[in-house]
């Protein structure tokens, strides 16, 4: 439509593509209106609509997907789910929880700690879909209401995986999000099903589909009426056995090329192996992903599925510090412009100190830079320098410290870094030195 094409102009344009036995999709954007037409033979709508008023195009879309399709929808669609915004710039987005819920205790306390290390969505299973027919196939609705109740104590918005159409209205009364798990994503009836919901979607690719067969299935949920859908890369089966599914990240920059819906990548599903989500996660921020769903339990050994993928309470926490770092780098605006409240004065005062500490942390650590160094300029040329037993002496009794917040293994790791670097120094120097005099470089020492 031109721009300024006002609405009796729109309706009219509706009504010209019902009249030809096809519907129209109104997209409306901030400077004009597309107005998509589906059906089995939309040229015929071409000589109708064409002379109308208010009409500026009418063009032919190349892809089978129409909908979902970016020649239909050049601007990227944002989904919320809640208060949470999905796509289109909007801050990275973290779904976590429980791949199951299992009881009152488990769920709450998931939600907890993962509010508190900044996810925005709770993620917990209560209809689960398993390969094998004796393995837990959730509470029911039983886990839908403790997901409630996690949504009401925490005010993180619910997604949780649906898998029959007929308990779309028992979902809607439980959740903020509908999920349709991989095995389902060729579910016609399902996917129609949740594309008559008020809620929002999140699509997850199947084990063995292509890009296209994503984004049509996709289609299935906006034209039946539902245009908020987020779509998700949880890996691929592959000839690999090395990794639970080959998780396939060349889909996400595919995906932003073709497609105006945001895109989530499950780094859990997508390598089912807990020391390669953290590394994965990071690498589907890397390649453009809208966001991440990631399995987290408080006890990952004993958890009643997918137990080998779920991330502990700490190793979470590590992930979302990697992920704070990477949302910086990638929009540092978004993190500066995030509304803050005036801090009470207790917590200034603290953050005072906390900078004082800083400062003085930084003056020692120099300090201690420049006497590293100025012992190995005192060792022979031929003298290695680097004095295992000291090094081993420090970080035992720096793990011998009793009391205190940080515990024996955290400080281990604090002081370990510190001779890293400290070694690393050394041998920058040494190189300087021995370029200046044409001497050999000496080895780094840190003691």
């Not at 094409?5 to 036995?21: L, N, T, W």
């Not at 699509?203 to 949920?221: C, D, F, H, P, V």
């Not at 009391?403 to 040494?430: H, P, Y």
Request: glycine residues 8%.
């Amino acid at each position: 439509m031109r721009t300024g094409a006002d609405r009796s102009e729109i309706e009219a344009v509706k009504q010209a593509i019902r009249d030809v036995g096809l519907e129209p999709y109104p997209v409306i954007g901030e400077e004009r209106t597309v107005i998509a037409v589906v059906g089995s033979d939309d040229e015929r709508a071409r000589p109708v609509v064409a002379g109308l008023p208010g009409v500026e195009q009418v063009m032919a879309v190349s892809k089978a997907y129409k909908l979902t399709s970016r020649e239909h929808h050049p601007d990227r669609t944002v989904v919320r789910v809640g208060n949470v915004s999905i796509g289109a710039g909007s801050p990275l987005v973290v779904m976590a929880g429980p791949c199951a819920v299992e009881g009152r205790e488990q769920i709450l306390a998931t939600a907890r700690w993962v509010k508190r290390e900044g996810a925005t969505i709770l993620r917990g299973g209560a209809y689960k879909p398993r390969t094998s027919p004796y393995a837990f196939q959730g509470l029911g609705e039983e886990g839908l209401k403790l997901l409630a109740e996690a949504r009401e104590e925490t005010g993180l918005p619910v997604v949780s995986e649906i898998t029959d159409p007929a308990h779309v209205g028992m979902f809607e009364r439980y959740v903020d999000m509908l999920q349709i798990g991989a095995r389902n994503m060729s579910n016609f009836v399902l996917l129609r099903a949740c594309g008559q919901s008020q809620k929002p979607v999140l699509l997850k690719r199947g084990l063995s589909s292509s890009i296209e067969e994503l984004l049509m299935a996709a289609e299935y949920i906006l034209s039946a009426g539902n245009p908020n859908v987020v779509l998700v890369e949880r890996g691929i089966r592959t000839f690999e056995t090395a990794t639970r599914n080959t998780l396939d990240l060349n889909a996400v920059p595919v995906l932003k090329d073709r497609t105006h819906l945001p895109i989530v990548v499950d780094p859990s599903h997508g390598t089912g192996h807990r020391p390669l989500v953290r590394p994965m996660a990071a690498a589907g921020v890397a390649a453009g992903a809208d966001g991440l769903i990631i399995e987290v339990h408080p006890e990952p050994p004993r958890a009643w599925s997918d137990s080998e993928q779920s991330l502990s309470f700490p190793e979470f926490g590590d992930l979302m510090d990697d992920l704070r770092r990477f949302e910086y780098l990638r929009n540092p605006m978004v993190a500066a412009n995030r509304p803050t409240t005036a801090p009470p004065q207790e917590l200034e005062r603290l953050r005072a100190r906390i900078d004082d500490v800083d400062a003085r942390m930084a003056a020692l650590l120099e300090e201690r830079a420049e006497l590293s160094v100025a012992v190995q300029q005192t060792r022979r040329s031929d003298d290695h320098g680097h004095d295992v037993s000291r090094e081993r002496a420090l970080l035992e009794r720096a793990a011998r410290t009793e009391g205190g917040i940080l515990t024996a293994e955290e400080r281990e790791m604090v002081f370990s870094a510190m001779l890293r670097a400290l070694r690393s120094a050394q041998r920058r120097e040494a190189a300087a030195t021995a370029a200046a005099t044409g001497a050999p470089a000496a080895a780094g020492t840190s003691a």
